[in-house]
């Protein structure tokens, strides 16, 4: 690693030289938290993100983690997904089955995909139903601050507008305190609707990975971290903040290339 170290308030910053060495330090740590959770509680339940992400847990299949990982009690979920057909190119649940799901034994009924055969709205609130049933029977742990569900790991991509998730700069779906997932139909970025989990439900995981690579993104990586004021607040990146979790972010040199060094320590 290129170099690692905390922010003093920004959480843990791994900065990797290429993304070999970011894909194989990625697919070690979830390894490990999944390790972690099935000792601690019999299951992972995991959420993942769409995007450049799912290429770089591509490890993740590959020795010795396709063997050593115990998939069957992962519970898989999505952070976002967007409302396309299952089958076509830009559904996450598609890149996810496609790139790395269909690689490795996790069961089929523990992939908790959303529902693709109606509105934005409705799936979003199926979602919600189907993830509070799984907090119900523990398979997702529950907060002890709020009733927001535990994930055990949300991995999140952030694009350089600083979104995560399909939680958008300046859209009011940041402003949602009561909703766990929720739908907009207006995304600046293709497609327009999308379902995505609501920020508390995000701060309150156990466990929350940004992973952020590319030089396009380093004014998005030094807005969402260093101490730049008050203006960059709103920054959806920014405002992932784990309540009680950790946050780590996993950046390559030319993400990480904005950033102001001083305010880590080693
Ligand atoms: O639209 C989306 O974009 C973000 C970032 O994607 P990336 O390809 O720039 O890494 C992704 O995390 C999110 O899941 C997706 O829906």
């Given at each position: 690693m290129a170099h690692s170290g905390v922010h003093k308030d920004r959480g843990e910053l791994r900065i990797h030289e290429n993304l070999d060495e970011l894909g194989t330090d990625l697919a070690e740590y979830i390894a490990e938290l999944s390790e972690a959770s099935v000792k601690e509680r019999g299951v992972f339940a995991i959420a993942i993100s769409g995007g450049s992400l799912i290429g770089l847990m591509g490890k993740l299949c590959e020795a010795p983690y396709n063997k050593t990982v115990d998939w069957a009690k992962w519970y898989v979920f999505w952070a976002d997904e967007r409302v396309v057909a299952k089958t076509h190119a830009d559904s996450n649940y598609k890149l996810a089955k496609d790139g790395l799901l269909s690689k490795v034994p996790v069961v089929p009924s523990h992939v908790n995909s959303i529902n693709d055969s109606v509105s934005a709205e409705e799936a979003a609130d199926d979602y919600e139903f189907h993830v509070r049933q799984l907090v119900k029977t523990r398979t997702i742990n529950v907060s002890d601050t709020s009733d927001c569900p535990k994930f055990d790991l949300i991995l999140l991509g952030m694009g350089s507008d600083g979104h995560v998730a399909s939680l958008f700069p300046n859209h009011p779906v940041l402003d949602e305190k009561d909703e766990w997932?929720?739908?907009?139909?207006?995304?600046?970025?293709?497609?327009?609707?999308?379902?995505?989990?609501?920020?508390?439900?995000?701060?309150?995981?156990?466990?929350?990975?940004?992973?952020?690579?590319?030089?396009?993104?380093?004014?998005?990586?030094?807005?969402?971290?260093?101490?730049?004021?008050?203006?960059?607040?709103?920054?959806?990146?920014?405002?992932?903040?784990?309540?009680?979790?950790?946050?780590?972010?996993?950046?390559?040199?030319?993400?990480?290339?904005?950033?102001?060094?001083?305010?880590?320590?080693?």
């Open positions: 997932v929720t739908f907009i139909t207006d995304s600046p970025k293709s497609p327009p609707e999308r379902i995505t989990f609501t920020l508390p439900v995000i701060n309150s995981a156990s466990n929350v990975v940004v992973v952020v690579t590319g030089e396009s993104k380093a004014e998005a990586v030094h807005l969402a971290i260093d101490d730049v004021g008050a203006d960059c607040l709103s920054l959806p990146a920014r405002l992932v903040q784990p309540t009680k979790g950790k946050l780590a972010w996993f950046l390559d040199k030319l993400a990480a290339s904005k950033l102001d060094g001083s305010q880590f320590s080693e």
